[in-house]
Nanobody, 114 residues
Framework: QVHLVESGGGLVQAGGSLRLSCVVS????????MAWYRQAPGKQRTFITR???????LYDTSVKGRFTISRDNAKNTVYLQLNSLKPEDTAVYYC????????WGQGTQVTVSS
């Protein structure tokens, strides 16, 4: 059973940066594709980026060029670097495996002030 623990969120001004982390346990991390999602207030959770087991990256157009996903297989951790943040990036950010596990973590709140 996969266990996901996200951290690194916070309050930041527009244009600022944050680095999110997600520590994964319960699976062979290095063999799994990973993804980040976010859920803005009053909206559904949406996909924003993924990284395959061999490092191939894919981004939603809303974050391409601003966000960077990476992974450290030795630490069972996937990261999300958030740059040039905008107020519309305000959301709870979640990581998950691909295919998606039904077991979501608690997420980490990112709030961007204008």
């Amino acid at each position: 059973q996969v266990h996901l623990v996200e951290s690194g969120g916070g309050l930041v001004q527009a244009g600022g940066s944050l680095r999110l982390s997600c520590v994964v346990s319960g699976i062979v991390f290095s063999r799994n594709d990973m993804a980040w999602y976010r859920q803005a207030p009053g909206k559904q959770r949406t996909f924003i980026t993924r990284i395959t087991s061999d490092g191939f990256r894919l981004y939603d157009t809303s974050v391409k060029g601003r966000f960077t996903i990476s992974r450290d297989n030795a630490k069972n951790t996937v990261y999300l670097q958030l740059n040039s943040l905008k107020p519309e990036d305000t959301a709870v950010y979640y990581c998950n495996t691909l295919p998606t596990s039904p077991e979501w973590g608690q997420g980490t709140q990112v709030t961007v002030s204008s």
